[in-house]
């Protein structure tokens, strides 16, 4: 899955006495987002850091076991301890409990990968997927970062803000949009028209924007205000794609969403404060 290169400057604080933090943050996320595994060299090299505060800080992490150093390669990778923090996180998840069941009767109907998403930031983060049983499987995974602009769960959800809220989060994403492939949104105009479109239907479209060859269809969970918290998506691959989309992946993905949106209305302990 393509990494966005935008999020390689390294983050301004904005609060004193945070600097460190957004250190170990920016490198710890550059480690988990690049295909490519990394040596701390060469993490110094697109993190934006001088070398010495990068060899500083993985040391740092590495021996809080948030990175891990293979002895022979330097390569970095998640440390066992972040990993432990994280299961423990997405085990607890309110929102995948919400979810899960529902999502996997979603994958069986459909036969195709279902991910379950939420905002994180500028993007949207994959915190469930469910494979489809087909022999050919999606690069993506629980933990990814992707962009609100070439995903069907970004356009689901960014298409149902109100109005000023829609606009502050279009504010806020990176430009000039980074291209992922050739059929990546080009611009903010060109979105926006998406948006609309979206907002109209009730439902969004990724016509390979964000990987090549993958089509996906998403759709907006709504917390008990009525303000999209979440996303689903059915992915499929091109060559495989069912003649009807609209019946074999978009109303099944609908009758979910609204099922979980409804859960959510009915369960006090599912406030949007507390669905992650």
Known sequence: MPVDRSRSTPPAAQVAGTAAFSKFMHLLQLVADTPEAMTVAELSKVSGYPRATVYRTVAALTAERLLAEHPQTGVLVLGPRLIQLASRSWGRSEMRLAAVEDLKRLRDVTGETV???????????YIEKLESPSAVQMNSRIGTNVSMYSTAVGKAYLAMLADDAQQAALESLPQPFARYTANTTADMAALKRQLQETRRRGWAVDEEENEAGIYCFGAP?????????????VSTLRFRQKADPQAAYVAPLLEVCHAITQRIAQTPALSGANLL
């Open 115 to 125: 991910h379950l998403a939420v905002p994180n930031g500028t993007h949207m983060v």
């Open 221 to 233: 969970i709504f917390g008990r205000d009525g303000v999209p918290v979440a996303a689903i998506s």
